[in-house]
């Protein structure tokens, strides 16, 4: 069986850097040479491969050993709730086609995840696309730093370990503590950070305040996610963090990681809109109806694994060519430079994570205190949250129902949709067909 593409270029740099480290866990080192011969072990495993993803070097062996057994990696969070488990591995128990490289769940409205068929032909054409804009060589360290169960960490994976750099693990990314943080970026060496936008203001907010410098190792920081703060741009312009390159960027899941970057300087105006960038070079743009971003070309998902009304929906043809319909507007300028300007339904990004809040609402109301439900982003410390308001049913006592709702999702769904606020309300507002009137709900609420 021939390699698909990115494992194919796993191989061929393990060849080159046999005995240079792949992976650099705990204090602990492992050569590309090793890391090539546990991927290739796997064998006899086609179809779907479901994988308890941990933040650790077994899940990333565990992804190439799926593809090196012909089957599609697909990782689930073990500390998501069993209920939300078993929903995942039944959505996709009964895929089996050779060409699929991965399934990732987005949200969905129904209050059920939608699996996301991601092909070799697309995370291949990233993959390429994203050694060249981060300039990857094997004198890098990439700090692993994403969840293992989410794309963002293949932003960090594979470019890595398919130009024979090394992918660092430790547990002082975690930590909380950004002191520390800053310590292990020094100590471990580390040139290439990808983090969360949100993750990134708090630095941002720690160099500024302590006075505390960048480590000089670092020569690139990717952030992503939500939008980038001009205030924060402006602060670590100010610090001395000249030795690093910062690129903001763009992409959805159903577009296969990154699509848009750029590099942010201080001269941006600091009362406008953080740009999201231009598109990447395998990537096809257009602006559709009240600007909505639609993304083509080789990079796109195939689509929603069993939901063809969904899969409809958002990935459209125009004028012949295949397009994603992101739901986000944006703005064009003349260099081509796009800037975010919201979005054309209700999805929000919650730690860097698309959520549709009628799944939220979905679970909401299968709570038998609940008889209508709204949810909402709002922003908290400059950082976006969940916030539900919920109408209770008859006979349904408000005092304590927030405390049970959140009880009832944490039993249902994994934590970043669980609402950070509870409240609840005598009443929404809803239209003529009987919904809940998302626009006159907000006005009406406290």
Sequence with gaps: MTAPGVLAEFLAAARVHADRPAIRADGVELTYADLAARVTAFTGRTGVIVVPAGHDADTVTALFGAWAAGGTYCPVDPGFPAQRRAAMERAVRDHADPATAYILFTSGSTGEPKPVVTPHRAIATTVRALRELFAITPDDRVLQFASLNWDTCFEEILPA????????????????????????????????????????????????????????????VVIGGEAAAPGKVAQWSARPTGHARLLNTYGCTETTLITHAVELRAALDPAAPVPIGRALPHVVERLGDGGELLIGGPALADGYLGRPAATAERFVTVAGQRFFRTGDRVSRDSDGVLTHRGRVDHEVKIRGVRVDPAEVEAHLTGHPGVRAALVTGVTVAGRTALAAYVVPRAGTSGTGLPDRIAAHLRGRVPAHLVPSHIHVVAALAYTASGKVDRRASKEMLP
Excluded: K
């Design 161 to 220: 370990l398919t130009g024979g750099a090394c992918l660092v693990f430790h547990p002082d990314a975690h930590r909380g503590s950004f002191p520390r943080f800053l310590r292990m970026v020094a100590r471990e060496r580390i040139t290439v950070l990808d983090l969360p936008t949100a993750f990134w203001h708090e630095l941002v907010g720690h160099l500024h305040d302590s006075g505390e410098a960048l480590p000089a190792c670092v020569r690139l």
